[in-house]
């Protein structure tokens, strides 16, 4: 499986961007998929999980009610919607696949190469 992030940007505090998550390979779509993000400095955090059905969705407490992921599987893509953007939501967010829905990124076996996701105050 190899994944692609794209849709980073930079956007004022308030703001929204839609980072997408294309996917190459059938089975994808049978993988559960993360979003985490990793800022100058600090450690690479999660940030929301879907299953593979995208029926069971995860999020950090941080952006929990400000963010939401999706998937569509026809399109071999996963979607990260992120609304009321903050200056601390500021890194370079990665997607990844996994076995099974997680939240720790150990347990991620696929990654992307990451989007840079910039909010000015």
């Not at 939501?89 to 996701?117: F, H, I, M, N």
Request: charged share 15%; glycine share 10%.
């Amino acid at each position: 499986v190899q994944l692609q992030a794209s849709g980073g940007g930079l956007v004022q505090a308030g703001g929204s961007l839609r980072l997408s998550c294309a996917a190459s390979g059938r089975t994808f779509r049978s993988y559960p998929t993360g979003w985490f993000r990793q800022a100058p400095g600090k450690e690479r955090e999660f940030v929301a999980a879907i299953s593979w059905s995208g029926g069971t969705t995860y999020y950090a407490d941080s952006v929990k009610g400000r963010f939401t992921i999706s998937r569509d599987n026809a399109k071999n893509t996963v979607y990260l919607q992120m609304n009321s953007l903050k200056p601390e939501d500021t890194a370079v967010y990665y997607c990844a696949a996994a076995s099974k829905s997680t939240r720790s990124p150990y347990e991620y076996d696929y990654w992307g190469q990451g989007t840079l996701v910039t909010v000015s105050s």
